[in-house]
């Protein structure tokens, strides 16, 4: 391999040469596979990203920006630190109305020429990472998941390592197995999945803290339980059916659940999940006892959904019908997360409880004629 070797050569002389004003061969270096930066040792590792203080607000990137979170993130993020401060990015064509909230900029996570320059063009300081394929989608195309969850991970971790940047990547549920304790499951046991969206969190979470002790980067992540928003349609997920029963509901009055009645699974209400997110991006360093924490709101079953949701329509039938797929995740999967770290630490609190839930996902969905009718 003459060419390896040629630029091997080069990428030397360059770390060993004077400090001058060239530019640097950052290219030829990560093509050979040198570790971020270079550095040699713990005490020289100290680049952690800008403290908020010193700044007037941080410049925030988002990368998968058009999926269910990144979208709500965005909007948060904006009405704290400025419209012009939070940059959505995605390889997808934005809506019109994402494209006019605010700036939005192509970015594809496997070029790392091409995510190189916009941080450094955009000033950026934090970086939330939410580009992935979910289980579903990476279950039916293993190799681009991996290239995705795993190649584009790499990617962000040594931009952001180079760069000093604060970054969040967020992990799931799926990070555990079915030998990992179920309930409650806490921060640090057993996490053995076995889908490759699970696989590739869990590297994920790994990476992210040994790129923290070896380079000292700031990188930050949550588990993250079932995520459920009135402002997307269900994709397929396991915890989906949280989602459609709503949909169901409101246009038909019958919903056939894929899941047993009594498959419990840790849910959160999507206002809550992106406050947290923001909550632990602000965090004092110092308040951080672990880089990866469990969060939680409530935890029930599609039982206890349905029958929370009959309250207030009580003329829902619903039935099951059960996806053994599907059903075989969910076994998988814990069945209420210990969160207390994140309580302790850096004051994580959820604001909505399965009533509030109900409540707040009827009157997005538009459910109130039906509402009326049955009263």
């Known amino acids: 391999m003459p060419v390896i070797r040629a630029l091997s050569k080069v990428a030397k002389q360059a770390l060993l040469a004077p400090a001058c004003g060239c530019q640097p061969v950052t290219v030829a270096i990560r093509n050979i596979s040198f570790s971020p930066r270079q550095v040699t040792s713990g005490s020289d590792a ?3 990203s800008v403290s908020f203080s010193e700044t007037d607000h941080p410049k925030v990137l988002i990368t998968g920006g058009l999926g269910q979170l990144g979208v709500g993130l965005a909007k948060l993020l904006r009405k704290r630190f400025g419209k012009n401060n939070v940059i959505l990015s995605d390889i997808r064509k934005p809506p019109s109305n994402v494209f006019h909230s605010g700036p939005f900029i192509y970015s594809d996570i496997l070029d ?6 916009i941080v450094v063009n955009n000033r950026i300081t934090w ?31 040594d931009i952001a390592a180079e760069h000093g940047l604060r970054l969040f990547v967020p992990s799931t549920i799926g990070a555990f197995g079915p030998t990992s304790p179920r309930n409650p499951t806490p921060d640090l046991c057993v996490q053995r999945p076995r889908t490759i969206y699970g696989v590739s969190k869990v590297h994920a979470e790994l990476m992210g803290e040994y790129y ?65 997110t923001l909550e632990v991006m602000e965090a ?36 099951y019908e ?10 998988s999967w814990p069945m209420n997360f210990d969160d207390s770290n994140a309580r302790n630490d850096w004051g994580w609190k959820h604001d909505y409880d399965l009533p509030e839930l109900v409540q707040t996902m009827l009157n997005f969905i538009g459910s109130d004629s039906r509402i009326a009718q049955a009263n």
């Open 112 to 117: 790392y020429k091409n995510l190189r320059e």
């Open 322 to 331: 059960i996806d053994s797929v599907r059903q075989a995740i969910a076994d």
């Open 46 to 48: 100290s680049f952690h």
């Open 127 to 157: 970086l939330v990472h939410y580009s992935a394929l979910l289980s579903a989608v990476g279950e039916s195309n293993v190799a681009l998941a991996r290239a995705v969850n795993i190649t584009g991970l790499h990617n962000i971790l």
């Open 212 to 276: 923290h002790h070896r380079y000292g980067l700031d990188f930050r992540c949550l588990r993250y339980p079932g995520i459920i928003s009135a402002d997307s349609q269900p994709g397929g997920g396991t915890t989906d059916y949280a989602v459609q029963i709503f949909h169901d509901a409101v246009k038909t009055g019958k919903f056939e659940c894929n899941l047993k009645p009594d498959t419990r699974l840790p849910m959160m209400y999507i206002d809550d999940c992106l406050r947290a």
């Open 284 to 319: 004092p360093a110092e308040t951080l006892s672990m880089r990866t924490y469990n969060i939680n709101a409530m935890s029930f079953t599609p039982e206890e959904l349905a029958n929370e949701v009959q309250k207030q329509l009580p003329d829902l039938q619903v039935t």
